[in-house]
């Protein structure tokens, strides 16, 4: 068995990057070509001095000639250059080698850009193409790190410079990588740009001197912002969720905070139980306030509520424990159910711990060079599970389950609790909705749960983006930790989401396009002040913000359609004659082993013995959670394992499942950008791209029987544009179209060796998953 399982944990593993904590020098001395990488590498000791002497430079080897015309940047309404450089050497990312293009790296209000004379034509476009951020194109809100190269020395780069380096490079937060040579720049232009960049992208600013204030002045207003999706702007808005949940019976909408006056942080309208009074909104400023979510289809309801602050004298402590304690019973009579509360900030990682854990997750896919990549390869789960950030991922999705099951089986209403209720109850609360509500696993219903519970609900996306560069203690990933929870789902239950993990992985991506208002607000009271005054209005009309869910502005239609899923199980029309229609069945996850041969104790397993007698007497395997000091009680894992034991409906209650293996890295969107961990020719893509075949084959020939029987030809087929030719695929489509191939270079020696000794390999816990026992 040992060769198949070499061959399933490779098969198993995905690929994976490093940190750039060790970058090779790329800029080699002008005297001399560079070695082979073998040569380099071979036994950890110097490359012997070459005694062949080269008069040109590694940068002159490989390259496309200098543009000879003039390109100019494609500049938005309202974006104006601001500096320039020609002769700017980039760097091809795909190998080591000092392969790359000459051109023209240029600084805008807007984003950082890098020209060449691919720049000026429109020929061998991509089919998803972005129509605002192009693929040398860096906003400047999506610039993380800018790090200076003097002489072979990395140093990060801020404020003011008194030297200007020779190579500079640009991590962002997307996770592109972007290498600038400046070598052959004239001095005064490698000043005027590196000065400009740092400054532009990394120094405080303020709110209206974002480009979304410039944009929105600019820009024509011809564009539909709603796009069917529920703004949550207007009483209407709230009056029409009620009843779409049916939860107006026990809820109502209020405007107790028209103009602001309970708070600056809570919306205009929100929905209170109807036994709140205007009174005690306003008593405490909106705080110890239960603010209504969601209903469940059996009347039980998701709250939300601001805790008040820990550190109050005794007397005020005093107050405000019998303000919530009147405030509780009256939500737990009738005819509200029993009431649960949850303070999330004990039940869950703190911000800080989440930005942590981002932050060395991030660092594995931040690359600039193959070598880096495969002399960390073995290293890969070690360095993976160091980060926390899938343990962080797990214990979210399972809080939510936790919730599901009191508002589902319990018919209990859930009280979410947290310091100002904005960020993980918009995390826990936007999760259980997805899971509850098939609504909400619709394109335009994610987008109005986002509206909901996110923009309207006040999360600070400016502090937790770090959009102004004011302050990195504020900075914390909660969104994109919800778009990795999302992700998880979607991944696992493709037929249930209308929309694509290519659209969520452009959500992702617009949290950093200063083009949107959608993401660029602490509030809305924030938002509405900042578009009151006189000198945002327009001539041609009233200032308006874009709202991102207009996708139209981003990309064509026909790139539009990557972002809708094709195997959508759309929710079928009542109908009497098909009232018992099959239910899709579920299908379980092959690639890796939900058991182990030895469990490990570690790992929290429940106990084999247990396990055992449990699958004799129902006849099935019980799914296990990982962490014994986290283990679910009794009716939890009981409810979770009945849920998993059944076919999936689609259109009723998701669960996902979150043992070890079955927590992913999203790989779209944190591999997209490394050659060497793209599958060409393979992966999900393949897959769909040979079911879709099917599909049209099988849709052709319905219309040829329709045609046969003189029927009329509904023409309701689902148009694909996803390509046929496989060789052009990559597991990353569509970012990954055609990128070119990266060649494995030659590995150190002690790599080599780690390698060699598989007994000891098989040994380490993190690179190894027994197999043995579900190929018995």
């Not at 809100?141 to 640009?170: A, F, H, M, N």
Request: glycine content about 4%; overall charge neutral; aromatic content about 10%.
């Amino acid at each position: 068995m040992g060769g198949v399982d070499s061959v399933m944990r490779i098969l198993a593993a995905p690929r994976r990057a490093r940190s750039f904590r060790c970058l090779p020098a790329r800029d080699e001395p002008r005297e001399a070509v560079r070695p082979p990488a073998g040569a380099m590498l071979g036994g950890g000791a110097r490359a012997a001095k070459p005694s062949f002497v080269s008069y040109i430079s590694p940068e002159e080897i490989h390259i496309k000639e200098p543009i000879e015309k003039e390109v100019n940047p494609r500049l938005l309404p309202g974006e104006l250059l601001l500096c320039e450089a020609s002769t700017v050497y980039k760097y091809m990312q795909e190998d080591g080698s000092n392969r790359g293009t000459y051109g023209k790296l240029v600084c805008t209000n807007f984003k950082i850009s890098f020209l060449d004379d691919d720049s000026a034509s429109d020929d061998n476009e991509p089919e998803f193409k972005n129509k605002i951020v192009g693929e040398n194109d860096i906003t400047l809100q999506c610039v993380d790190q800018i790090y200076g190269v003097y002489d072979e020395k990395k140093k990060l780069l801020t404020g003011q410079l008194r030297k200007y380096p020779e190579r500079l490079i640009i991590y962002c937060k997307d996770l592109r990588v972007f290498n600038f040579c400046l070598r052959y720049t004239k001095e005064e232009e490698v000043k005027r740009i590196v000065s400009g960049i740092v400054h532009h992208s990394q120094t405080p600013k303020l709110l209206k001197r974002l480009f979304l204030f410039s944009y929105a002045s600019a820009a024509p207003n011809n564009t539909d912002g709603r796009n069917q999706t529920v703004m949550f702007d207007t009483l209407e808005d709230w009056r029409d969720e009620l009843e779409r949940t049916k939860g107006n019976v026990k809820y109502k909408a209020v405007i107790t905070n028209e103009g602001y006056r309970v708070s600056e942080k809570l919306p205009l309208y929100f929905v209170v139980p109807i036994c709140i009074s205007e009174e005690s909104i306003l008593k405490y400023e909106g705080r110890g306030i239960p603010i209504w979510c969601w209903s469940c289809h059996n009347g039980a309801a998701l709250l939300k509520m601001s805790a008040f602050p820990k550190e109050q004298d005794d007397s005020t402590s005093q107050m405000q424990k019998a303000f919530l304690d009147g405030i509780y019973k009256t939500i737990s009579k009738p005819p509200y159910e029993l009431l649960k509360v949850d303070d999330l900030s004990s039940s869950l990682p703190s911000l800080q711990d989440i930005q942590t854990a981002y932050t060395r997750f991030k660092q594995l896919f931040l690359i600039d060079n193959s070598t880096d990549f495969w002399a960390t390869d073995v290293k890969w789960f070690s360095l993976l599970e160091s980060t926390n950030w899938l343990e962080i991922i797990r214990r979210v999705l399972k809080k939510a389950i936790e919730v599901a099951e009191c508002l589902e089986r319990q018919h209990t209403n859930v009280l979410l609790i947290e310091e100002t209720a904005t960020d993980l109850c918009c995390v826990i609360s936007s999760l259980v909705q997805v899971m509850m509500d098939s609504y909400s696993r619709t394109k335009s219903g994610f987008q109005s749960l986002i509206q909901k519970e996110w923009v309207i609900g006040g999360h600070s996306f400016l502090d937790r983006c770090n959009h102004l560069r004011r302050s990195e203690k504020e900075e914390a990933p909660v969104f994109l930790l919800l778009l990795n929870c999302v992700w998880q789902l979607v991944q696992q239950y493709p037929p249930a989401f209308e929309f694509t993990e290519t659209y969520l992985t452009v959500l992702s991506d617009s949290l950093y396009v200063p083009v949107f208002s959608t993401f660029f607000f602490n509030s809305q009271h924030q938002r509405d002040t900042s578009t009151s005054g006189e000198s945002l209005k327009t001539q041609s009309g009233p200032f308006r913000f874009l709202t991102v869910w207009d996708w139209s502005v981003q990309f064509d239609p026909k790139a539009q359609a990557f972002l809708n899923n094709s195997f959508y199980a759309e929710k079928p029309k009542p109908d009497k004659s098909q009232r018992k229609t099959a239910r899709f069945k579920h299908q379980r996850q092959l690639s890796l082993p939900l058991t182990q041969a030895k469990p490990s104790t570690k790992r929290g397993f429940f106990r084999e013995e247990t396990d055992h007698l449990i699958k004799n007497i129902l006849g099935r395997r019980i799914g296990k959670f990982i962490n014994s000091s986290d283990e679910p009680p009794n009716n939890l894992r009981e409810f979770y394992d009945s849920w998993h034991s059944k076919p999936v409906d689609y259109h009723g209650l998701l669960l996902p499942r979150i043992d070890g293996p079955e927590i992913k890295v999203w790989a779209q969107r944190y591999l997209r950008w490394i050659p060497e961990a793209q599958l060409h020719g393979g992966g999900t893509i393949a897959i769909t791209a040979k079911i879709l075949d099917l599909m049209e084959e099988v849709q052709s020939l319905q219309v040829k029987i329709e045609e046969e029987h003189s029927q009329a030809v509904s023409g309701d087929v689902h148009s694909v544009t996803t390509p046929r030719n496989s060789a052009r695929l990559s597991s990353l489509f569509p970012f990954a179209l055609l990128q070119r191939q990266s060649v494995k270079p030659a590995l150190p020696t002690s790599t080599w060796k780690d390698l060699e000794d598989e007994d000891d390999l098989v040994r380490r816990d993190d690179e190894f998953l027994d197999l043995s026992g579900d190929m018995s």
